[in-house]
């Protein structure tokens, strides 16, 4: 089948407690903890009958020790790239998700203005978004699916460009961007033909 399965990557310390006291990760290279392995062991176990032609994953180590586990049960070539990198959120890192989303918010609704010590939520989609499209091509080229280990960002940016339709100029549905009520767990999917 045809596809990009989109992974977000295993738990890690700074996702303790649930969302009211998860912190953003953004580009802090931080480890699995033990639920963020066993996260991936599952990921992987359940994707191994889609038989993915190859795994794609971030370079940060959360998301490399996710990929790997996937590439290891499903028996097909990794490889590393700083396309899916997170939303890289430079001062906000470490602080309580609830207490600066409405700052990221107000970024997501005006994308050029950098985030101090990061980068500009368009500089995030100009670096992810064309990646993506280019996977999702390939898939189709190969009738066989492509796994994409990444970010909670990056997973909210993917239901964002496609709920806008996919454009070619890499628009986003704002309100998707910004809506967290179905936000895919650590070591969850999704799916895009």
């Known amino acids: 089948m045809s596809e990009v399965i989109l992974i977000r990557h295993g738990s890690t310390k700074l996702n303790a407690g649930g969302v009211s006291a998860e912190r953003i990760r953004g580009w802090s290279d931080i480890d699995l903890d033990k639920r963020g392995q066993k996260e991936a062991q599952e990921i992987a176990a359940r994707l191994s009958v889609?038989?993915?032609r190859m795994v794609y994953a971030s370079d940060l180590?959360?998301?490399?020790?996710?990929g790997m586990t996937v590439a290891r049960a499903c028996h097909c070539?990794?490889?590393?790239?700083?396309?899916l990198r997170p939303w890289n959120l430079g001062?906000?890192?470490?602080?309580?998700v609830s207490k600066v989303l409405p700052v990221m918010n107000k970024l997501v609704e005006h994308p050029h203005i950098p985030v101090p010590d990061g980068e500009a939520f368009n500089d995030f989609?100009?670096?992810?978004l064309p990646f993506l499209k280019q996977q999702i091509e390939e898939s189709r080229m190969y009738h066989k699916p492509t796994v994409l280990v990444a970010h909670s960002r990056n997973v909210q940016l993917a239901r964002a460009w496609d709920k806008a339709g996919r454009p070619d100029d890499f628009s986003y549905d704002v309100d998707r961007m910004q809506d967290y009520k179905d936000e895919v767990p650590p070591g969850g999917e999704v799916r895009l033909k």
């Open 50 to 52: 889609d038989q993915p």
């Open 61 to 66: 180590r959360r998301t490399k020790e996710t």
């Open 91 to 96: 001062i906000m890192t470490g602080k309580e």
């Open 125 to 128: 989609r100009d670096r992810y």
């Open 77 to 83: 070539p990794i490889a590393f790239t700083d396309k």
